[in-house]
Each structure stands twice: as structure tokens, then as C-alpha cells.
């Protein structure tokens, strides 16, 4: 791999790819594109400078803007409008203009370049009623899963990639279900490698954690720099659960798939935490407290949100059984790393996170 381009490369994921790649292949060309859409994206340009990543301040809505980053060996696709909640009570326009018409932007410079290509999709390609009507109990601290359950893909282990698609997923998912459907396409017609990891929650230092994004950094930084936090829905006591993957996991994980492309292309992954790296919002509090050393007080909504489910966990058998891959952060791990980025970088955090 010569050159590697990142698009979205300023972002939580992008920039930390990016930065990885480029320490382990010194003699790579990596280069990040980026629109800086996303509040706190401007803090990584120093971060990418200085880790020998060009930067070029563009929009994969605009192709070209992609001609002007070049063409490479290996297009990593990390730009989105990543929110689940993008279009609601307003316009869709551009959570499908990034991730649908951009993504085919992506493809289009992919296919002229014979560049492979790895696609960050999501686990809300998952409908969201399907993921309801999973069957859980609840434990003291959180909502588990059974380990028997009625639809195909789904076990105590969590979802594997066999599970139903039918029904609506949020235009976040629907979008990003698309551009999986059409690098399928690319994939069969034109002979483009490509892979695709549908990834529960990621998280880790440099996410710019909102309410609607990044919620263990919004979690952490709401307990280091103050402010309000409320548990919503499933009853107001924080039971929902996620799996959590930490960003090194992750670069971990894109490091094996560029060493076997050839073998693993055409494939679709689910990635995440899996059960043992997973939290409910009130055990996330407990760690939160224990890692920053403060406690908030944490309101409560008992109504449930629109496109919100109650768990979610990564089945990361067929990743595993494909790479031998599997997460080495515990939670525990994620939240103490959390804790000391905010602490570190305090000061230039505090215009985005505080
Ligand atoms: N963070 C997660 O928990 C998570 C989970 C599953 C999938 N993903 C996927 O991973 C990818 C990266 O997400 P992230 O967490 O880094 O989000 P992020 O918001 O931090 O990064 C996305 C970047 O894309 C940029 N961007 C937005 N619109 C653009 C456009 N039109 N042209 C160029 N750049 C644009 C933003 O400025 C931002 O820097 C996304 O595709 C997202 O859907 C993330």
C-alpha cells in the first residue's frame, strides 16, 4: 500500500486510522480528507501534521474534491453524518448527500483509481424494530440478553450477520445499508476489493462525544468538566446496554484486513465489543465516577426515544473466525483511557466537551 487515502480522515475514526497507519507504514503516503462538518475535527489537523498525515480540506459530496486528494492503492471510507437521530424533524438532505451519494462518490474515484476499499458501516443497518423485539431480562444494573432467541442471527452472544434486515433502520442505517448494496455491486462488476465492517459502538480519546454521538465520551466529559446527564427511556433507570469497541481494537482489526485483502474481500463483518465488552448507562456512571473522581447527579426520562432499542451486542464470531481477531480493551480500560485524555487535554477540550 503506497497510498492509503482516509476519507472523513479529521474524524474520531478517520484520524486515528490514519495516524496508526502511517506509524506502522513510515513509507506509506496517507492521506485524510475531510470537511470538518464534525465540531471538534479541527483539533486533529495539528495531530495529523505532526504524524507525517497530509490533510486535504475537502467533501465527498464534490468528486472533485476527491480527484484533488489524489488517487490511491487503498480508500478507507470514515466520513459520514454519523447520528442516528440525522433527519429527524428535519431535512434528510444531507445524511443521504454524505453517506449515500458521497459514499458512491468514494466508489466512483475507488473504481477510476483500482483503489480496495474498506467501508465503515454500522450496526443500525439492524431494523429497529427487529432489535425491540429481542428477548432480555433485567439484571440489578443492566438489560441481558437471552441466550435463546426467536429470530435467526441472534443469541445471547448478540447479532451475527445473518440477522433479518425487513424494516425501518433510522436514515443513518438506510443510508448506509445503500452504499453497502452498492459496493457489492462495485465489488462484482468492476473487481474492486472491498470489505465491510458493520461496527457497534466505537469509542475511545479524540471522539467528540454529543448527545446523539460518542455516548461514553459524552458520558465521561459530563462527569470530568460538569453538566447534566439523564437516563432516557426503557423506564428511566439506564439498563440499556451496548457493546463498546475501543479505536485500537479497531486499528488493530483494519491492520490485519490490508495485510489480507485479497482473501477477506467481498465479505461483511459485524465488529464490536462483544458481550464482554459491553456496559449499561448506569454501570457506565459507576465507571465514570470511579475514573474521574466525580459524581453528577443523572436525571431521569422513563419514555422511550424514536429509533432508540434496549440492547445491543456485536456477535464477532464470523471476524474471529476469519482473522483470529478479537477486542483486548476491557471497559473498564476504555473509560480509564477516556478519563486521562480529558484530563491531558483539559484545556483544549473544554471549548468542545465542557
Ligand atoms: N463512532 C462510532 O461509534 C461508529 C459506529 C459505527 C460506525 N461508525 C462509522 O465510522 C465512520 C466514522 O465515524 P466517526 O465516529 O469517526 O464520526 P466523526 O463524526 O468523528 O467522523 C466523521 C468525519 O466525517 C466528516 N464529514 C462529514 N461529512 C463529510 C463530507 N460530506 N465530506 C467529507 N467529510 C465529511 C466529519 O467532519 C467528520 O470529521 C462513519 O462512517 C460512521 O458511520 C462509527
Known sequence: MNTILITGGAGFVGATLALGLKASRPEARVVALDNLKRRGAELNLPRLKAGGVEFVHGDIRQEADLAEAGPA?????????????????????????????????????????????????????????????????????????????????????GIAESFPLEGARSLYGAT???????????????????????????????????????????????HHFGGALKYIGYGGS???????????????????????????????FNVGGGREVSVSLQELTALCREHTGKTITIASEAETRQADVPVYIT????????????????VDDIVADIARWLRDEENSLQSILA
Not at 459502538?201 to 479524540?206: D, E, K, Q, R, S
Not at 479505536?247 to 477477506?264: A, G, P, S, Y
Open 73 to 157: 492503492d487503498l480508500l478507507i471510507e470514515c466520513s459520514a453524518e454519523p447520528s442516528v437521530l440525522a433527519g429527524y424533524g428535519g431535512s434528510p438532505r444531507y445524511v443521504i448527500d454524505t453517506n449515500l451519494a458521497g459514499t458512491i462518490n468514494c466508489l466512483e474515484h475507488a473504481r477510476q483509481h483500482g483503489s480496495a476499499v474498506i467501508f465503515l458501516s454500522t450496526s443500525r443497518v439492524y431494523p429497529i424494530a427487529a432489535l425491540s423485539a429481542l428477548q432480555y431480562h433485567e439484571t440489578e444494573t443492566r438489560l441481558d440478553l437471552e441466550p435463546a432467541q426467536a429470530l435467526p442471527g441472534a443469541s445471547g452472544a
Open 315 to 330: 456477535d464477532n464470531a464470523r471476524i474471529t473466525e476469519a482473522t483470529g481477531w478479537r477486542p483486548a480493551k476491557s
Open 238 to 268: 439506564g439498563k440499556q446496554v451496548r457493546d463498546v469497541l475501543h479505536i485500537d481494537d479497531l486499528l488493530r482489526l483494519i491492520e490485519v484486513q490490508i495485510d489480507r485483502l485479497d482473501d477477506l474481500s467481498g465479505h461483511t
Open 176 to 222: 448506509k445499508l445503500a452504499s453497502e448494496l452498492i459496493l457489492a455491486e462495485y465489488g462484482a462488476m468492476y473487481g474492486l476489493r472491498t470489505i465491510v465492517n458493520r461496527c457497534g459502538v466505537l469509542t475511545g480519546p479524540w471522539q467528540m462525544g454529543k448527545a446523539d454521538q460518542g455516548v461514553v465520551v459524552l458520558w465521561a466529559a459530563r
